[in-house]
């Protein structure tokens, strides 16, 4: 888990970005479909579904009381709002329906203003935090390289490295940072 400072904007952004966001979904479907018959069934959700802790009161502690017949009732029917067509199992296409709207309605509760959370680590909420943070240290690059048009070696080797006339949707999307060291206008990644 880390502490993320995120408003709705970095979620909505993140579900826009159908790379992004459907390459997210695929993973995290894949991690939940435990037979690999491209299929969930509630066994196979019912771990997923007691993570979005929709019975939390305060700061992780839920709230008491609950049966286990009101339990069983309210995961089947989130699994109920995945499984659209009602045949007992979820296909991918579902599951991306639905996580789309979950994440607009998060977007949604978010708002306009920064708030600081705290996230999981692979959690759909970090990889929008991860697609922002990768986009800014973009912005900044292209910013420096503009301020430095007359070092000729960067953009040359940037340009062997096949990534010159990639779009930058692509390069935040295969989280390719890259940091421009201003004195001398050298690239160096940061992740190969």
Not at 99 to 128: D, H, I, N, T
């Amino acid at each position: 888990m880390s502490v993320e400072i995120l408003d709705g904007s970095t979620v909505r952004e993140f579900v826009e970005d159908e790379g992004a966001f459907n390459g997210s979904v695929e993973e995290r479907f894949a991690s939940l479909d435990m037979d690999h018959d491209g299929l969930l069934t509630y066994p196979e959700m019912a771990r997923e579904l007691m993570s979005l802790r929709v019975r939390e009161t305060h700061f992780g502690v839920d709230e008491a009381g609950w049966s286990h017949d009101e339990l069983l009732q309210l995961y089947l029917g989130l699994f109920g709002r995945f499984d659209r067509d009602g045949n007992g199992t979820v296909d991918l296409e579902e599951f991306r329906a639905e996580m789309r709207e979950v994440m607009l309605a998060v977007a949604s509760g978010l708002g306009f203003l920064p708030v600081q959370m705290v996230v999981e680590e692979g959690s759909f909420l970090k990889r929008a935090v991860e697609r922002e943070s990768a986009k800014h240290v973009f912005e900044t690059l292209k910013k420096a390289t503009r301020a430095h048009p007359t070092s000729s070696s960067c953009p040359q080797m940037f340009e062997k490295k096949g990534h010159a006339n990639m779009p930058m949707d692509d390069a935040v999307d295969r989280a390719e940072k890259t940091v421009c060291t201003c004195s001398c206008v050298r690239w160096r990644n940061l992740w190969p």
